[in-house]
């Protein structure tokens, strides 16, 4: 059974009939889902991930202090923060072969009652999900990744909804300065600094040059489907799964795991011309930039000048880079 089943069963098992008989007027103030870090967050987990920090357990997701009714008082203040805690603590301590944490994992608990202000400032800066430039070009694409998988059960507020639906694409402009800035990196790491590097003798240095230009290949491809590139040790597995170019993941592994020697070289040179290529196709046909070339560089600007606002446009092009 994958987490977020595992975590649908328990709450519809043991979390709803706890708010409905003993929290009825707190209920429908409640966001119950699970959400965040993890790989069963995404659907990724399995046997080998479940050795730590694997539990049933789910999320309620409650309005900050500050949030109140028609009567001034919060909705959920904190002596019913307390007292939900409390009953979710109380909850069985093993569900379908499966035990639940007695401590909290490193980083703090993932699962219990958690003030939406509290997770918001945790996942992306904004205890009210509301980023600014700087914050959209800044935060890791994983970290967005986070903040909007998973699943919602029950979300009668639709506060905490409303604010996934908000991060869930990139406003368009951030996403062309980001496409233009990985095209860039493209250029330099892989027809540009791979071969340069190799004429030296540093197969090291080769073999860091193809990792850049693999990693912001991925972030293209990623961009390019309107998708946030989670964390790195799922993005090959989400990669084969995104909507835009899901074919570059096998070229795209082939280049970091074979060797630099004499007679892998030009098979790497190869498959680094083929998907820039691609990249360049699909961004033609995306309506991302009007010229056709398989130049990276040259594309790049033509997408950075696409970017509507001035102030952003005429950042370095290299802005939004991880």
């Given at each position: 059974m994958k987490g977020l089943e595992l975590a649908?069963?328990?709450?519809?098992?043991?979390g709803a009939p706890m708010l409905e008989e003993r929290f009825p007027e707190l209920a429908p103030y409640i966001c119950a889902g699970l959400v965040g870090s993890g790989s069963e967050c995404y659907g990724y987990d399995d046997e080998v991930s479940r050795d730590h920090d694997f539990e049933p357990g789910f999320c309620?997701?409650?309005?900050?202090?500050?949030?109140?009714?028609?009567?001034?008082?919060?909705?959920?203040?904190?002596?019913?923060?307390?007292?939900?805690?409390?009953?979710?603590?109380?909850?069985p301590k093993e569900y379908l072969?499966?035990?639940?944490?007695?401590?909290?994992?490193?980083?703090?608990?993932?699962?219990?009652?958690?003030?939406?202000?509290?997770?918001?400032?945790?996942?992306?800066?904004?205890?009210?999900?509301?980023?600014?430039?700087?914050?959209?070009?800044?935060?890791?694409?994983?970290?967005l990744a986070e903040?909007?998988?998973?699943?919602?059960?029950?979300?009668?507020?639709?506060?905490?909804?409303?604010?996934?639906?908000?991060?869930?694409?990139?406003?368009?402009?951030?996403?062309?300065?980001?496409?233009?800035?990985?095209?860039?990196?493209?250029?330099?790491?892989?027809?540009?600094?791979?071969?340069?590097?190799?004429?030296?003798?540093?197969?090291g240095a080769a073999q860091l040059a193809v990792y850049e230009f693999v990693k912001a290949s991925m972030h293209v491809a990623f961009l390019l489907g309107g998708e946030y590139m989670p964390y790195y040790k799922w993005a090959f597995r989400a990669l084969k799964?995104?909507?835009?170019?899901?074919?570059l993941a096998k070229p795209l592994e082939e280049l970091l795991s074979t060797p630099n020697d004499e007679s892998?070289?030009?098979?790497?040179?190869?498959?680094?011309?083929?998907?820039?290529?691609?990249?360049?196709?699909t961004i033609l046909l995306c309506g991302i930039a009007d010229i056709e070339t398989d130049n990276l560089e040259r594309l790049a600007y033509a997408v950075?000048?696409?970017?509507?606002?001035?102030?952003?446009?005429?950042?370095?092009?290299?802005?939004g880079v991880e």
């Open positions: 649908r069963a328990f709450y519809d098992e043991y309620l997701f409650i309005p900050d202090e500050n949030i109140t009714g028609e009567d001034g008082n919060p909705l959920i203040d904190s002596r019913a923060e307390f007292r939900l805690s409390r009953a979710y603590a109380s909850l072969g499966f035990g639940r944490n007695l401590i909290n994992p490193v980083g703090g608990s993932r699962h219990g009652v958690i003030r939406m202000g509290d997770f918001w400032k945790k996942a992306v800066g904004a205890p009210d999900g509301v980023l600014d430039v700087r914050s959209w070009l800044s935060l890791p694409e994983y970290a903040a909007i998988n998973g699943e919602i059960f029950r979300d009668d507020l639709g506060m905490f909804s409303a604010i996934r639906r908000g991060l869930r694409r990139y406003p368009e402009d951030i996403r062309k300065k980001k496409i233009a800035g990985y095209l860039l990196i493209m250029e330099q790491s892989g027809e540009y600094n791979y071969p340069r590097t190799l004429s030296h003798g540093e197969t799964d995104t909507k835009v170019l899901p074919a892998s070289v030009r098979e790497k040179k190869d498959l680094i011309s083929h998907v820039s290529s691609v990249v360049a196709k950075n000048d696409r970017v509507k606002d001035p102030t952003l446009r005429t950042m370095n092009i290299l802005a």
